[in-house]
């Protein structure tokens, strides 16, 4: 990491919400313990509670506690941190709060305004800092869900565009700043070991899944308008997708990562038709157990509509339409109430072309590559070897040449995604984020899949909470011959 080069003023809206309180505030909190905030950085609390500043600014302080590990949370950090930090009072659609704000805010230069609200009032909150004239200094970071389809994301996304040209806008999706996903671009691109088997000659297929052991955690009305193709797959998943899938970049810079990405998503092969009931799977978790202990099912869950059809769990098969990976598919799988949290990309290399040792041993001739983003970051590559042992002859054995994170840099903290991405706005970088027509195609994409499950009358299949999803989950993927990895 380096330093921040200049002062900036970070102005954090609906900074009394769950993700600010959970996630904003410990790592802004974690980039000032480590130095790199400048020494005139502010930051600003903003969010609609009224009432005495300093009761807001205790909540925040209380959060940290909770939220940041008790070994590092210094006093003298603390203290620092304490004193950048004011809590403002704005309702975020009264234009006249936002002259009471550029007042606090002055001519102090860079603004950051972080958007932790709903989506809706993206467009005030930028009409309103046009208004008192921060909107030219000023950096636009919005968080998801972005809409809930192409045609809602164009509006939200349009609102933003008429005061905030692109270069200034950071659409967050926190996959993007895990060190393992950035690694994704060190492993392909700067090891040709990998980048010349990197394609349908080498690669048989390749699984992507994002499992939750949780429930709905008390977010039942966000949750039940999305669900989980639009809460995980249009954005997480389809992200890990195009960061595997494109081609190299001419360069590091945010614009040619953001073209390659963009290649894919137009490459992605629409699933409609008699594909809908082959290559994608719904299911919604019914009662069962996790971690020893009953737990409802999701038309049980507090608040609950008992005839919501929605999906808590998708898997598809994903197939690219270009040279590199014609005939490879894309296996995505990602659900709540799963057996464990886990958030894994497989590469399964082909067998080689001759086999020469012994026949019951054929299915393990297989090269993995494992790219663990949680709860362990790592990278493992599976290589076939001979067992150790006179008695053994040519018994082959499948083992791990692992880089674990957390083991090989034993003296480093790995920083949270959010710390990433939130120095990288203050640093004006925006290789991690997501540019407008990325979200549209991805949109479009998963629109297709959405509207086709309405004329089918899709229903999503049952699944017991604890359990790897619906039964036709395993059958999407062993029809190909294959298999999950991993599931036990």
Known sequence: MISISEPCTFALFGAMGDLALRKLFPALFQLDRAELLHENTRLLALAREAGDAAYHLGQIEEHLREF??????????????????????????????????AERIGDSGTVIAYFATPAAVYGAICENLAKVGLADRTRAVLEKPIGHDLESSRTVNDAVARYFPENRVYRIDHYLGKETVQNLIALRFANSLFETQWNQNYISHVEITVAEKVGIEGRWGYFDKAGQLRDMIQNHLVQLLCLIAMDPPADLSADAIRDEKVKVLKALQPITGEALHTHVVRGQYIAGYSEGRAVPGYLEEENSNPHSDTETFVALRADIRNWRWAGVPFYLRTGKRMPQKLSQIVIHFKEPPHYIFAPEQRMQISNKLIIRLQPDESIS??????????????????GPLQLNFSDAYRSARIPDAYERLLLEVMQGNQNLFVRKDEIEYSWKWCDQLIAGWKRSGDVPKPYAAGSWGPMSSIALITRDGRSWYGDI
Do not use: C, I, N, W
Request: proline fraction near 2%; hydrophobic fraction near 40%.
């Open 381 to 398: 590559l599976r290589v076939m070897t001979k067992e150790q042992g006179l008695d053994k002859g040519m018994q082959l054995r499948s």
């Open 68 to 101: 940041v590990p008790a070994e590092q949370l210094e006093e003298t950090a603390l203290a620092r941190f304490k004193a950048r930090l004011e809590y403002v009072h704005v309702d975020f659609l009264k234009a006249d709060d936002y002259v009471t704000l």
